[in-house]
């Protein structure tokens, strides 16, 4: 019987789902201050996934 191995970790979002949560963290940030932590957290996130989303198969 094949089995299906689960990720050791959480799953990383897609280029588009961290481009999404980027979009949500700047529209919804309260007075006016930059989350800076969460921003480049985000935004590593993103381009892992655009890394990987561009590049070619090995």
Same mark, same amino acid.
């Given at each position: 019987?094949?089995?299906?191995?689960?990720? *050791?970790?959480?799953?990383?979002?897609?280029?588009?789902?961290?481009?999404?949560?980027?979009?949500?963290?700047?529209?919804?940030?309260? =007075? =006016?201050?930059?989350?800076? =932590? *969460?921003?480049?957290?985000?935004? *590593?996130?993103?381009?892992?996934?655009?890394?990987?989303?561009?590049?070619?198969?090995?």
């Amino acid at each position: 019987m094949h089995q299906t191995l689960r990720p *050791a970790g959480p799953a990383r979002p897609s280029a588009a789902e961290a481009n999404e949560a980027i979009r949500h963290l700047v529209e919804t940030r309260v =007075d =006016d201050e930059w989350p800076s =932590d *969460a921003y480049e957290f985000l935004l *590593a996130e993103w381009a892992t996934a655009s890394h990987s989303e561009t590049s070619p198969a090995q």
